[in-house]
């Protein structure tokens, strides 16, 4: 009976090879592409920092939608209870953490 395995057909045997070969090139470099992505993502993050223009207190803050320089606040200062005003807004790159790597391992107590 027929077979169309590579004891009978070299050309099966040498098809499944590159086709292997291939999808573990292919495999790899999605890997590394993946790898790569994930270092460039980079998530900012919008502050504000209010002043206190009589004692020079200041206080950062997440940026509220209306934010804009100059804008003097509702809020008053701890300090003299003069109101704040918005001094600067600026946004800050947060990288995302490295995963921890896990043990490959776990060891076990004796009883």
């Known amino acids: 009976m027929p077979t169309i395995f590579a004891e009978n057909n070299p050309t099966i045997l040498t098809l499944f090879a590159i086709f292997a070969l291939a999808s573990t090139i292919a495999?790899?470099?999605l890997?590394?592409?993946?790898k790569?992505?994930?270092?460039?993502?980079t998530t900012t993050l919008t502050?504000?920092?209010?002043?206190?223009?009589?004692?020079k207190y200041t206080k950062t803050r997440k940026y509220q939608e209306g934010d804009y320089i100059g804008k003097e606040l509702d809020e008053n200062c701890p300090r003299c209870s003069t109101k704040l005003?918005?001094?600067?807004?600026?946004?800050?790159?947060?990288?995302?953490?490295?995963?921890?790597?896990?043990?490959?391992?776990?060891s076990q107590k004796a009883l």
Do not use: G, N, W
Request: aromatic residues 4%; glycine residues 0%; proline residues 7%.
């Open 27 to 29: 495999l790899v470099a």
């Open 85 to 106: 005003i918005i001094d600067l807004i600026y946004e800050e790159e947060i990288t995302p953490k490295k995963r921890q790597k896990r043990p490959t391992h776990f």
């Open 47 to 55: 502050k504000t920092v209010l002043l206190c223009p009589s004692c």
């Open 36 to 41: 790569r992505q994930e270092r460039k993502i």
């Open 31 to 34: 890997t590394m592409e993946l």
